[in-house]
């Protein structure tokens, strides 16, 4: 099990104050690792420490907009100074702007990919380029079934996120023989506080994705906790450039007929 143990890293998770973000941090936590979670809204910053801090997880936070590579360059700096190096990088930052490609604003398709692709490149080439120079790492992209497939409304989303799976694997060509590990983990659909509405016997939605996932439910948030201890750890020391789908199966079927149980 040493193979899993995280004590004396440092983990970075961008968003890490809510969410599938929290839940992954919480996972490299009991690992042992120390954390570094970045946001951009005090008050959920201030509520995500606390939280963690209950739990009796080392924590620090830091806001700012990964997106300004100059800001971030900087905060990257004060982050090192202040703790040490980042062993561990979750880029798992992003937005949603769900809008049809006929007419969604081209400022919102900017700002998705802003967020969920260039921003998770800044971070990885800040932290990576740090990695090398001490001899290795680990970085995380948090993809999506969206990296794979298309959806009605999302397009700015599936451009992004098919990006950042493209960049996984060119960031681990490049980085590998530096013994920095690049992968991504590909969330299916979880029981977050953001998808509470839907999650609703009977919502059309709801019914949707428990008759779409083989597993016949929601993931839940832990789910996605051993998958990113053991892309954090020397468990994954030869896996690069691959992108795991935590998705209880979807994208193993074409699904199931509406009259088959």
């Given amino acids: 099990m040493n193979m899993f143990d995280l004590t004396g890293k440092r983990a970075l ?23 570094v979670i970045t946001g951009t809204t005090p008050a959920k910053m201030n509520d995500a420490l606390l939280a963690y801090k209950e739990k009796g997880y080392k924590a620090s936070g830091y806001i700012f907009d990964i997106t300004d590579d100059k800001l971030a360059a900087k905060k990257v700096e004060e982050i090192v100074a202040e703790g040490g190096e980042i062993d561990i990088l979750v880029n798992n930052a992003g937005i949603i702007k769900r809008e049809l490609a006929t007419t969604m604003p081209v400022d919102d398709f900017r700002r998705v990919i802003e967020v969920d692709l260039v921003g998770a490149f800044i971070m990885s080439q800040l932290i990576g380029n740090r990695m090398i120079n001490k001899g290795g790492g680990k970085i995380i992209n948090i993809c999506s079934m969206m990296s794979e497939l298309g959806r009605n409304s999302v397009s700015a989303y599936a451009a992004a996120k098919g990006g950042l799976k493209m960049l996984t694997r060119n960031l681990a060509t490049e980085w590998a023989k530096h013994n920095v590990q690049v992968n991504g983990i590909g969330p299916g659909y979880f029981a977050t506080s953001q998808t509470a509405p839907i999650r609703v016997d009977g919502h059309p939605f709801n019914e949707f994705i428990i008759n ?25 020391d030869f896996v690069n450039g691959q992108i795991i789908y935590v998705d209880g199966g979807i994208l193993a079927t074409i699904g199931k007929p509406s009259n088959e149980n």
């Fill in 13 to 35: 998770i961008t968003g890490g104050t809510h969410g599938l973000g929290m839940a992954m941090a919480e996972g490299l936590a009991n690992a042992g690792a120390e954390l």
């Fill in 212 to 236: 779409r996932t083989p597993a016949a439910r929601w993931g839940d948030p832990q789910d996605l906790a051993g998958t990113a201890v053991f892309l954090a750890s020397k468990s994954s």
